[in-house]
């Protein structure tokens, strides 16, 4: 077989193609030049550093496995960012994706969510059993188990991994049908946008087509009336064409005050499944599987001992291992129990989250200084950095606008507000910046407790 990088890439693309729903294909995978195949690499060339992070996250696994197997021997990824960007140093930030086009569905679907690489144990039995008869009967146009399977438990054990799965499962089984996927935040978002721009007949019929409906989340419906009342006519119009519809909530529907009462009774037409903690067995599975999906082989007294500490939150779990991992390798030195000990987080309380540790994580992410965020620069990568810190201090604490604005350089409410509508405004075009806000937000939120 003849090896250019382009017939190699070719038909790694190929495969792609059938595993990634179309939206995340045209964003993530349509502008990447293959540029070489060596004994044991694939190297690819991509725009810009926000793609390169976004493919190396979510799809080096999925690339790594099939040009491996399309080759016949074992190639790791690599992503060189070839754009303009890599001439003039632009840091990665951003405002790259501004020039993402807009998203006509729902939001991608992460191809690693798979049943697959959910790992079962007592705590997540019924749910795990649950999802899979209800993507099954999809799949194959049976009829519903239950409808609609209501998935509960709190922040970090699974919930959003198993909705994906559903929605991965149906759409790689029957490419006929059609699965969306969205956040009750997002639909709420979207809802909005379809108002002000007189699109809602557009935003409703998106919606009531769709053989699978995934909705995240609805927890966060509360307070949102207009929201709930097109969720609960969306609901009625799916429901009776026996289209399925799976919901996730961090409580279970008898629980969700502030929700409408005529709403919160159709989420109990079906299925209640929730998720437990997973105690120390499935905490150490769940350790292995997360271990071999990176390609790293970690001793299993590393493992015990992260699976000793960390019990409540997968997230948090799998972080840490990431972290042990990233330490090791930066320090040059073996793990060991000892050194580890160090570097794990103390599992107690989570601390509340503060305007600080929004700047600190923005900082981080783009690498920007704090001050920089407090200053006074106008620089497109640095204001935006501030912009999307700011929206988050403001969807994520209690603070006001003009305390936010003391946070932020002594800046006017008027400023502050103006920078938070226009970083939600631009998340409703930018299926990007929506992506990443979120993945800011998952990991703000297993750090610390929200208050919201
Ligand atoms: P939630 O939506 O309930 O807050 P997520 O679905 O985002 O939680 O899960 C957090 C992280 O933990 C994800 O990376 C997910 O893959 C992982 N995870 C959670 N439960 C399991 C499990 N049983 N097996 C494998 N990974 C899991
Ligand atoms: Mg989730």
């Not at 972080?319 to 030195?333: C, P």
């Not at 103390?346 to 200084?369: N, W």
């Amino acid at each position: 077989m003849s090896e250019s990088p382009v017939t190699v890439w070719d038909s790694v693309m190929s495969d792609l193609r059938t595993q990634v729903p179309s939206t995340s294909y045209e964003a993530w995978l349509s502008d990447i030049e293959p540029l070489e195949v060596s004994e044991g690499s694939l190297v690819i060339g991509v725009p810009d550093s926000f793609k390169k992070g976004g493919i190396e996250r979510r799809y080096r696994a999925a690339i790594e496995e099939i040009a491996s197997s399309v080759c016949r021997r074992p190639l790791a990824l690599e992503v060189r960012v070839v754009g303009r960007e890599s001439e003039d140093a632009a840091p990665a930030l951003v405002h790259n994706e501004l020039a993402a086009p807009a998203s006509q569905g729902a939001l991608p679907l992460n191809p690693d969510y798979t049943f697959a690489s959910f790992v079962r144990g007592e705590n997540n039995r019924l749910a795990v059993a649950a999802s899979e008869a209800t993507a099954e009967a999809v799949a194959q146009r049976l009829k519903k188990p239950y409808n609609p399977l209501f998935i509960y438990g709190s922040v970090g054990l699974g919930k959003t991994h198993l909705l994906q799965a559903i929605g991965n499962f149906v759409s790689s089984a029957d490419r006929e049908c059609t699965v969306a996927y969205t956040t009750s935040e997002r639909f709420a978002i979207e809802l909005i946008n379809g108002i002000r721009s007189n699109a809602t007949a557009a935003f409703r019929e998106k919606y009531r087509q769709v053989d699978l409906l995934l909705i995240d989340d609805v927890h966060f419906l509360k307070g949102k009336e207009a929201t709930q009342e097109e969720l609960f006519h969306t609901f009625n119009d799916l429901h009776g064409n026996k289209k399925q519809i799976v919901l996730s909530s961090d409580r279970p529907p008898e629980d969700l005050s502030g929700l409408q009462e005529r709403l919160v009774s159709r989420f109990k037409w079906g299925l209640e499944a929730d998720i437990q903690p997973p105690n120390f067995e499935t905490r150490m599975a769940i350790l292995r599987e997360k271990a071999i999906a990176r390609g790293i082989d970690v001793d299993n007294d590393i493992l015990e001992l992260i699976a000793k500490r960390i019990s409540s939150n997968v997230r948090a779990l799998e972080g840490a291992l990431v972290k042990a991992i990233a330490y090791a390798e930066l320090q040059g030195e073996k793990l060991t129990p000892k050194n580890l000990e160090g570097i794990l987080p103390k599992e107690g309380r989570r601390p509340k989250l503060t305007i600080a540790h929004i700047k600190d994580e923005i900082s981080t992410r783009y690498e920007l200084p704090r001050s920089e965020l407090e200053g006074a620069s106008r620089k497109k990568e640095i204001s935006q950095a501030r912009q999307i810190a700011i929206y988050l201090a403001r969807e994520l604490t209690e603070h006001s606008f003009p305390a936010i604005g003391r946070e932020f350089g002594d800046r006017d409410h008027t400023t502050i507000m103006h920078s938070y509508s226009k970083i939600k405004a631009l998340l409703m075009d930018t299926p990007l910046l929506y992506a990443e806000i979120i993945e800011i937000q998952e990991t703000l939120e297993s750090r610390y407790s929200l208050l919201r």
